[in-house]
C-alpha cells in the first residue's frame, strides 16, 4: 500500500518528532530540563491543561451515556459511541500526560498499596484509574462488533447497565473532587477563582463542556468521514448547551455575590483580564448566541458556539491552575517550547487514535469498517483523521 505524504501527515510527523525528542529530555535529564516549573510554581501546563482540561473535555463519554441510558434520550444514541471513544482516549491521554508531570511516575502504583482515604487526590487518582477501567468495557462491544464475536457481545450487554451507574457515579466524583484540590489553597489561589464551590463548578463545568465537545466530535467527524451531520440531534444538544450554560453562569454570578467580588470583578488588574476573558469566551459569547433559535438550528453557528464555549472552560481550568497562582508566587509562569511540544504531541495522537478507531470499528452507524472512506476535496480539519483519511491512495 503506498502512502503519500500530505500536509496534515508532514504536520503530524514533525509535532511527534518534536514531542518524542523534549520526552527523551524530561525522562533523562528530568523536570528541570524540561520545563519552566519550580518548587514554588510545582503544577504548570501538564496539570492545568494536560489533566485539568483533559479530564474536563472527556466528560462527554458519561453525558452521553446518563442522557440514552437514563433519561432515555433516544435521539442522541447515534454519539454515544463517538462520545464513549472520546472519553475513552481522553482518560487514557491524561493517564499519559500525568505521567510526564510526575516526578517519579515508576511509583504511581504506589497509591494502590499505600492507601490514604483521607486525601482528595487519593480519591481522585482511584477513581480516574476505575472509571478508565469502566470506559475500557464501554468501548470492547465496538471491538467485538468488528469481529462478530457473538458469546462476548451477549455478555458485555449483561453488564452494561453496572458499567453505566458506575461510570456516571465515577465520573461525578472525580469531576468534582478536581476542584476539591483546590480547597487546601485559600492563601494561595487568588479570591476570583478560590471558592468553597469549587467543586460544584468544576462538575457544573464538565457537563457543559461535555456537550459543547459532542457537538465539537460530531461536526469534525462529519467533515473528515463524509458523513452527514444528524441535525436533530445537534438541535437537542445546542439547547441543552444553553441550559447547562446558564445554570453555570447563574451558580458564578450568585457566588461572587455572596461573597463581595463583584465590584473587584470590574477593576482593571492583572488577574481580573484573564477573568474578563474567560467569561467573555464562557458565557457571554456562546449564550448570547445559543440564545437565538437561528442559531440553534444552524450546524455552523452551533459549531462556533461549542468552540467558544470548549475555549472559554479550557481558561477557566487554566485561569485556575496557572493565573490565579502567580501573584502568590510572585512571577509569571510560561512554559518552555518542550512543555508545549509533548502537550501538543498527546493532543496529536488523541486525534491519530480516533480516526483509527473509527476507521476499523463501528463507531458510527452503518459505516464499512476497514475500508477508504470518501475522499476530502478540502485539507481536512481533524489532524489524526487527515493522517488516516488518505491512507488507501
Known sequence: MKIKLTFWRVVFIVIMVLGLYSSFIRYFRGLGAVSNMTDQFPWGLWIG????????????????????????V????????????????GYILFIVGLLFDLGRPWYIWHQLIYMNPHSVMFEVGLCVMTYTTVLFFEFLPNVFERFNLKTAIKWTNKIYPVLIVLGILLSTLHQSSLGSLYLIMPSKLHPF????ALPFFFFGSAIAVGLAMTIFESTQSAKAFGRQLELPVLVTLG???????W????LRFEDYYHR???????????????LWLELTLTFVIPIAMLSFKKVRLSPQLLYLASIFTLLGFITNRLNIALIGFETYVGHHYVPKWTEFSITVMIIALGFFLFGVAVNYLPIFPKAKYG??????????????????THAGD
Open 49 to 72: 491543561f494536560d489533566c485539568l482540561c483533559g479530564v474536563m473535555l472527556a466528560a462527554g463519554g458519561f453525558i452521553m451515556v446518563g442522557a440514552v441510558y437514563l433519561f432515555n
Open 74 to 89: 433516544e435521539r442522541l444514541h447515534s454519539v454515544v459511541r463517538p462520545a464513549v471513544l472520546t472519553a475513552f482516549l
Open 193 to 196: 477563582w478560590y471558592t468553597p
Open 239 to 245: 439547547g441543552a448547551l444553553l441550559v447547562a450554560l
Open 247 to 250: 445554570v453555570n453562569a447563574l
Open 260 to 274: 463581595g467580588m463583584l465590584t473587584q470583578i470590574f477593576k482593571p488588574s492583572y488577574e481580573a483580564y484573564f
Open 371 to 388: 475500508a477508504a472512506l470518501p475522499r476530502q476535496t478540502k485539507a481536512e480539519p481533524l489532524l489524526g483523521t487527515a493522517v488516516l
